[in-house]
């Protein structure tokens, strides 16, 4: 369907961002980024830019690059601060940086904007975006030393 509307559209920036996101999703980090890049490109003001900058950042984080996924993430926080996928990616990335300060600070930013959030939860929802399980191990590793709650 993406393929299809990008047919009908190839400047629309919509269309792209969701190809990237369900690149990322699929652990193909690069396309990912490319297709969310030139959603920015093509509506550098959008009001969803945040969709887009926050899919950059969780396909970095995908990738295992972790620095860049902090970098994207505090983007992604500063176009969206109230919403907590944006803190969620940060803390992985910085768990597994080994900066546990940072992420528990996200953590604790996380649990403010959602008190019921659990990791259980998230995996939960994310195994049924198609993340591979390599990803949501990698997740969950990173929320546990960032010390979200199990359940």
Same mark, same amino acid.
């Given at each position: 369907? @993406? ?5 009908? =559209?190839? =400047?629309?920036? =919509? +269309?792209?961002?969701?190809? !990237? ?11 990912? $980024?490319?297709? #969310?890049? &030139?959603? $920015? ?6 009001? #969803? ?6 899919? @950059? ?15 994207? +993430? ?7 601060? &109230? ?6 990616? *940060? %803390?992985? +990335?910085? %768990? ?13 930013? @996380?649990?403010?904007?959602?008190? %019921?959030?659990? @990791? ?16 949501? %191990?990698?997740?969950?590793? !990173?929320?546990? *030393? ?6």
């Amino acid at each position: 369907m @993406i393929d299809h509307a990008l047919t009908l =559209n190839p =400047n629309s920036a =919509n +269309a792209w961002c969701a190809r !990237g996101w369900v690149a990322a999703m699929q652990g193909r980090a690069d396309p990912a $980024i490319e297709a #969310l890049q &030139r959603a $920015i490109r093509l509506s550098p003001l959008d009001p #969803l830019r945040w969709l887009f900058v926050g899919g @950059i950042s969780f396909a970095h984080l995908v990738a295992r690059r972790f620095e860049e996924a902090v970098d994207w +993430a505090d983007r992604y926080v500063r176009e969206q601060p &109230r919403l907590g996928s944006g803190y969620r990616i *940060k %803390a992985v +990335a910085c %768990a597994h940086l080994g900066r546990l300060r940072q992420a528990q600070e996200c953590a604790r930013r @996380i649990l403010e904007l959602q008190p %019921a959030f659990t @990791i259980s939860e998230w995996q939960r929802t994310y195994a049924e975006f198609m993340c591979s399980p390599e990803t949501l %191990a990698m997740c969950m590793d !990173g929320l546990r *030393k960032a010390g979200l709650p199990e359940e």
